[in-house]
């Protein structure tokens, strides 16, 4: 089968998922995720918390777990992704690391590039060594809601993602911060220990602010500049 007919296989497949799975719970998306694809699907997680790992190892117990090792993360978000292999041993964790280490990149684009091109920056270390992971598979699955920003709020529970070239699968998609946060309440799972000091959205360190009582949770991400998105969603 060559490339293009594969690709054209995935596209009709998520545009049919995506009608019948409209309505789907997390676990029925999760489940068509796990009988649709096999091994063949990795789940996205920052390590804000484990409520999608909790989920999809609900129907598969071993599921490969991407995490994007930038070289900024907080030192509380790598000790949850190292938590998280601690609570789930079954799951096998991908680190993808950029092509380049931090002190590499400065020496090629100076110091600090977060503050002075912060779409580069994530380019560099996100979204290629995102890119280059989710090749490898033909589905992938991110913790994505509606609620979380304008720029989310119709996203569907399964979608062709063009850009990577795969089925996207977002089975939180229609979940409230209450359901979400009731889910983290109700079965004990595993949560970033920033998340309780003020950061309802964490990505790496130097773009991450705490967020004044009531503020819009993401306002803390690259505050002061218009940026709102790293680019793996949007």
Known sequence: MTTATRTEELK????KASAELADATALEALRWTAETFGDDFIVASNMQDAVLIDLATKVKSDVDILFLETGYHFAETIGTR????????????????A???????DAEYGPKLHDRDPNLCCHLRKVVPLRKTLSNYSAWVTGVRRVDAPTRANTPIVTWDDRNGLVKVNPIAPWTDDEFNA????????????VGEGYPSIGCAPCTAKVAPGADPRSGRWAGKSKTECGLHA
């Not at 092509?99 to 990149?105: K, Y």
Request: zero cysteines.
């Open 99 to 105: 092509e380049q280490t931090v002190a590499q990149q």
């Open 12 to 15: 009709a497949l998520a545009e």
């Open 183 to 194: 889910y983290i309440d109700e079965h004990g799972i595993l949560q970033n220990p920033l």
């Open 82 to 97: 190292d938590a998280v292999a601690t609570v789930y041993p079954d799951v096998k964790i991908v680190n993808a690391a």
